[in-house]
């Protein structure tokens, strides 16, 4: 199987979690979008449920294949969300954001009861750290955060560098409107304390580490599908 079957297998795997009357988060990212186009499968053979898109992109996708959309502000309350990630470790804490939307689907995994966390094999990891770690932060005082962050992570032993994402010659911008810094610290064995360390700096507005929010993973291989369950 290549990647992108793999990818299909986890989602098809998610959409059997999915049932009518559900409320549900749609994540974003290439796994996320497999999951978008098996569920919009069922939505055109009578499954009846809303979704809340984590980006503008999965939104256009939802769009284009016919899924309903609602917004966290009419529908804050949702069932499941179902997202991909960058990695994934044994507890179940991700690294999120390498498509850049991790400060709605944060906001949308929290009010959700159930995060199911679709992926290949290739993301699971020991320990997360061998994917940068996207930190979003306001484009007031870039440089200030950038040099706050280093210091931060320093306290922590960790260090690496820290880069401005850029998108054709130009910055990355989120969503939100915000840039993000992807820090190359290696491997991070207290999640929460980096957590911590990053949310005391002003200018980030949030980082890519989901702590506590995936209630199973769904993880596919060549040699089947994983369910783990935090
Ligand atoms: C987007 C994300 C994605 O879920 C993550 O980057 C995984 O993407 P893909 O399924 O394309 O590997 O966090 O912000």
Excluded: W
Excluded at 196 to 204: H, K, R, T, Y
Excluded at 208 to 222: C, D, P
């Amino acid at each position: 199987m290549d990647a992108r079957q793999l990818k299909v297998e986890a989602a098809r795997a998610a959409l059997a979690y999915v049932g009518s009357g559900m409320r549900l988060g749609i994540g974003t990212g290439t796994t996320a979008e497999e999951f978008v186009r098996l569920l919009a499968e069922k939505v055109a053979t009578g499954l009846d449920v809303v979704g809340v898109p984590t980006s503008e992109r999965t939104a256009a996708l939802c769009r284009e294949l016919g899924v309903p959309l609602s917004t966290l502000e009419d529908t804050p309350e949702l069932d499941l969300t179902v997202d991909g990630a960058d990695e994934v470790d044994p507890d179940l804490t991700l690294i999120k954001g390498g498509g850049g939307a991790l400060l709605r689907e944060k906001i949308v995994a929290a009010a959700s009861e159930r995060m199911i966390v679709i992926a290949d094999k290739s993301k699971l990891v020991e320990t997360l750290g061998r994917f940068p770690l996207p930190i979003e932060v306001n484009k007031f005082g870039l440089r200030a955060t950038e040099i706050a962050i280093g210091a931060a992570a320093a306290t922590l032993g960790l260090s690496g560098p820290v880069t401005l994402r850029m998108t054709g010659g130009q910055p990355f911008v989120t969503d939100g409107g915000h840039f993000i810094l992807d820090a190359s610290f290696g491997r991070i064995p207290d999640t929460r304390a980096l957590s911590n360390a990053l949310f005391a700096i002003p200018g980030v507005v949030e980082h890519g580490l989901f702590i506590g929010l995936a209630s199973t993973a769904i993880i596919a291989g060549g040699d089947g599908i994983e369910t783990v369950h935090a």
